[in-house]
């Protein structure tokens, strides 16, 4: 059977079904439509803010001050010494006995040949008295013997005695005279003990130890009580040679203790240096002695100059850098205003509220020695001068 149909309907619908070319450029349009999309957004995202201007920053105002180095650094030095009294005594009885009395105490001011302290001396007072009793009795003797003497030249000059009778008359008067002198030389002796059995202050001063109480026996040459002569104060300083050698005799130099102040003036330097503390010792006199105290310390200052070069500053100028080191803040010209730009120092000397540095800084650099703390480098600023660097140098003198 031979199959018919209009030729005309068979090739519309073979018209109707897509190929695969159509297919593959659709495809290739939607990737690119897509990829365009793509590009579009990513350049929107990427696309830079708008610019809004801002003004620039207000300059500071800080302090500056100009600086000039020095050539040199004067380093005050503090040497420590010892207030003593320029006399001491222990003073003790020279012959042992029992103690009866002490009239003063640790701390009594005593004045001088005031009776401090005193034996028993009942048994030298007894002895006393028989010396005295001898000396009566080899005076009566003496007295005796040279009348004897005076009958005995007479009867001779008449013929009636030999001049044996005279020599052994003026021999028992010679010796009669030399008994009155035995005597009296003990009493003496007996007086002169009687009168060491009192200790008196040899001079003005104050009892600073006591050690022996009444009733006690006091031991031949033992000390009993100390005084110390305290209107004559010296202080003793052990000095560098170098600086010793720098002091003149008489100079009046200003001693530091406890209590402030305290004038003093040179009165010698032994000259030798101590082997163990390398110093020669200087004795200072006390003008005024009741400035300080026996045993106080004081301290003598002295200046010393090193070739050093730098400037004083201001603590408040230094602010910490990196690695423990410090730095200052120098406003540089820059561009019609001044900027705050950091130079690094090294600390040589500090002195209260200043210090010494050297470093990077030059001659005529304005450091700003206040508001470290709100600046950072090349912060502008407007700088102020105030203190000059001869004030700095000069603030913690005198």
Known sequence: MTQTGDPMTKRHVREKRPTAAKGGLF??????????????????????????????????????????????????????????????????????????????????????????????????????????????EARANYRLSRTVVDRQTKLFERGHVAQQRVDEATAQASAAAARIEAASAQADALKVAIDLSVIRAPFSGM?????????????????????????????????????????????????????????????????VVDQTQRTVMAIFDIKMPETVNTGAIVRLSLDRTVDERGVWLPVSALTEAARGLWSVYVAVPEAGGWTAQPQLVEIVQTEGQRVFVRGTVRDGDKIIIDGL??????????????????????ENEG
């Open 27 to 136: 495809l290739i349009a939607l990737i690119v439509l897509v990829g365009l999309l793509v590009l579009v957004a990513l350049t929107q995202r990427s696309s830079e803010a708008p610019f809004i201007p801002q003004a620039a920053p207000d300059a500071l105002q800080v302090s500056v001050l100009a600086i000039e180095l020095s050539e040199t650094l004067t380093l005050e030095e503090s040497f420590s010494g010892l207030v003593v009294a320029r006399r001491t005594s222990r003073l003790g009885f020279p012959a042992g006995g029992r103690v009866i009395n002490v009239d003063v105490d640790i701390g009594d001011r005593v004045s001088a040949g005031q009776p401090l302290g005193r034996l028993d001396t009942r048994n030298l007072q007894a002895q006393l008295a028989a010396a005295e009793a001898s000396m009566a």
């Open 207 to 271: 009892v600073t130890d006591r050690m022996i109480d009444e009733g006690a026996i006091a031991v031949p040459g033992a000390p009993i009580l100390e005084l110390v002569e305290t209107s004559k104060l010296e202080a003793r300083i052990g000095l560098p040679a170098e600086n010793a050698a720098d002091l003149e005799k008489g100079q009046i130099v200003e001693l530091i203790s406890d209590r402030g102040p305290v004038a003093a003036k040179l009165r010698s330097t032994t000259g």
């Open 373 to 394: 703390g709100r600046l950072v480098p090349g912060q502008p600023v407007s700088p102020v001068e105030t203190r000059s660097t001869l004030a700095i140098a000069h």
